[in-house]
């Protein structure tokens, strides 16, 4: 239940340590203060991620989580399975995942489209 709702069916709520008690008005506004914090740390997070994403790019960093496999490797990988190789040898040779190999044949695939 939310504090609305509580308030709509006369219950107070009465928070000991921090000396909140819903039953007045000056209370009421502060926990409703209180209830607003979580919301504007989320959306100051989200502004900081996007802040942080927009200086890396300005820089020319790279974004995001680094690719498993560099360019010369992935281009080895297509090859290999242009020539029949299996998706799992394929893997095994690169240690990684197959979910991988397949993710980055996929990406070529709707590069082609």
Do not use: H, W
């Not at 926990?31 to 607003?36: D, Y």
């Not at 740390?41 to 790279?62: C, D, F, I």
């Not at 242009?82 to 799992?88: A, H, I, K, S």
């Amino acid at each position: 239940m939310t504090v609305k709702q509580l308030r709509d069916n006369s219950i107070a709520i009465r928070r000991l340590r921090e000396g909140i008690d819903t039953s007045n008005a000056t209370c009421r506004m502060i926990a409703g203060v209180l209830a607003s914090l979580p919301e504007l740390e989320l959306e100051l997070q989200r502004e900081r991620k996007a802040a942080a994403r927009a200086a890396r790019q300005a820089r020319g960093l790279p974004i995001g989580r680094p690719r498993a496999l560099d360019p010369d490797k992935a281009a080895l990988a297509r090859r290999m399975r242009d020539n029949g190789e299996p998706v799992p040898v394929i893997a095994e040779t690169f240690g990684v995942s197959r979910a991988t190999v397949y993710r980055m044949l996929a990406d070529d695939e709707q590069k082609a489209s």
